[in-house]
């Protein structure tokens, strides 16, 4: 570290123009970046997968995308059977066939088939499957223009409402505008960032970090840019690239500029010479840190999930170009126009804090009562999390109002149900395709089948499976099982929207276990040799799973049994948590847990060196640390507070699981179990035997047990 800072601060101009060309290109690169990311989580190799893609190659629509569903409810007296229905509800899905010129249809209008009434005849329901076309909100588009297409449109004098998991979700204003969507929301966060730095520093240096955000995270769009063109990038990679970009530049930022004030303290210490001792001491810190993140993170690509992969890699490459700003741009900063930022100058910025020192001394000397009184918080809401159901949300919790909402309460009040809104699709590529719906109409959990005439293409055909329940829930899953286990005439394999979200669960908490073995062993190993200890990162790692498990919890209890959101957001408990969030959850919680670890525990291994106490170690360790974790956490908790209030219910829960996660590991888990675990400890702290120091190429501490 001491050498590529001294390279830096003798080549200025061409470190500053460097990062000056890089960071241009990288604004321009968010917006395609941006299109170039993939919504669908797609699990090759597996029957949904495979299928979906067959279907869309094979009739350019369906598979993957949920269908819109247009719904009438006729008045009291009228049926379907009522002269005159059939034809006005035929001439109403013309109008939507116009609209959308490539979508496949089917309703009773076309087919004459019961599958799409209801018992009592009064509500009907079409099927409207649009082409594949990706991008960030495939379906809502086409969801609005089927929404005009009818409107002002009756059968029979009922209105037609259009609603459809697509149709819900453009209601509910989910869409986020793509890249510069991501980029605005940003903006706002790092608003909310300032503020905070602001009453931190208490000087100019608070625009410092956050200029570090602001040439890391447009610059990790640029190389996230040629990996999306190359291969599916999950959309959701954007919110992990601008938040934890913003979380961890920051937080790298924080804790060298920190440094850089301390050293500036001491007598007879040049500026030169205080930006390098900050660079040798949280420098490294920086960099073990952010390798740490990095090397967890690449564990997701050993995982056959492009989804898992796309996340890994773009884990990977936040935490790379964060480390890579810290190290070269902020030196440079702090060298040049450092001093003059760092005005009025804070000099209570630069030492340990009373406050966090004081309540160091409070949980050293209460260490049982804290860990206990935390761990039970904490085991609390791993317990809750272990009734998680996965799946898509229950589609009256996506939005309140509107046509979508109105379509979806007529199939629910007929007794239709959700079913139309996820049903199976059964590619038949030989056999009878009518005596493939007439078998799957039997299978239990399945209200009805359906096998137009006009649905064959290329000696295939496709039945439309509609289950009884909501396909994406677990009632969806065993029927899904059901109907891939029975027996029917010909080669039918079963794909659509629900079956595809059903295989990429089962493929990725099959792996789960893997994944979670493969960063835990790197991250204690790397650990291990940085804190020169066995215990250290044996309970960083345990407590960096806790921290998980309590947001997982949080979401549990908020959104999946709806304690608060409702009061909060207006939404109802949505029964189930996206497959996908629990992930995502765990890489970014894990990455940004690590951090905040490395921060405070190389502080106590420093000063356990220097006077071989673990109290005095754990005491400086928390009064130099916690103002800033305090402050990085809350600079993110800032950020998602923000997020949560754009439109979307899994908008929302993503931010309050991150939100919220982060907050809980910044106060209970490194303000109070972790100085209380390292207290009650005492020596065992630093344990580190003799050949396990030899194997990872470390010298063990003189004072450890």
Known sequence: MTALTRIVLDHKRLVLGFWLVVTIAAFAAIQPAGNALSQQFSVPGHEGFETNREIGEIYGNGGDVAPLVPVVKLPQGK??????????????LAK??????????????????????????????????IPQKGGVDPGQAEARQAQAALAGVTVGGAAVAVTGLDALRAAAGESDGGGTGVLLGTLLAALGALVVLVFVFRSFMALVPVLMAFVAIPT??????????VTDVSVIVQYLVALIGLGIAIDYALLVVVRWREERRRPNVTNDVAVRNAMQHAGSSVVFS???????????????????????????????VSVAVAVTLLPLVLATIGPRLDWP???????????????????????WAAAVGSTAVLAALAVAATSIQLGNPRADSLAQAGSARAGLEKL???????????????LVRSGDAGAVARALAQVDGV??????????????????????????????????????????????????????????????????PLMLALISVLTFLLLARAFRSLILPLKAVVLNLLSVAAAWGLIVLVFQHGFGSDEIWGIEATRAINVEMPIVIFAFLFGVSMDYQVFIISRMREAYDRTGDTDTAVIEGVGRTGRLVTSAALILGLAFAAFSATPGTEAKMFATALGGGILIDATIIRGILAPAAVALLGRWNWWMPTRAARLLRVEPAANAA
């Open 79 to 92: 049926t379907v059977d009522s002269p005159g229905i059939t034809r006005q509800l035929d001439a109403a």
């Open 96 to 129: 939507v066939e116009a609209a959308l010129p490539e979508a496949r249809t089917a309703s009773y209008a076309s087919t004459g088939d019961r599958a799409f009434v209801s018992g009592d005849g009064h509500t009907t329901f079409a099927l409207v499957y």
């Open 220 to 229: 990790t769009f640029l190389l996230v840019w040629p990996v999306a063109s």
């Open 290 to 320: 952010g390798t740490t993140v990095a090397i967890s993170l690449l564990a997701l690509v050993a995982l056959p999930v492009p989804f898992l992969r796309s996340i890994g890699i773009a884990g990977l490459l936040i935490a790379l």
């Open 345 to 367: 100058r804070n000099r209570r910025g630069a030492g340990a804090s009373r406050a966090w020192s004081a309540w160091a001394r409070l949980v050293v000397r209460h260490r």
């Open 412 to 426: 629910q009040d007929s007794g239709i149900g959700t079913g139309p809104l996820s049903p199976f699709d059964a």
């Open 447 to 512: 209200r009805s089948a359906a096998a137009p005439a006009d649905w064959r293409r290329s000696d295939t055909a496709l039945v439309a499976v509609i289950p009884t329940a909501d396909g994406n829930s677990a009632a969806g899953r065993a029927t899904l099982d059901r109907i891939r286990a029975t027996s029917v005439p010909g080669d039918v394999t079963i794909g659509g929207e629900a079956a595809v979200s059903a295989d990429f669960l089962h493929a990725v908490y099959g792996n789960f």
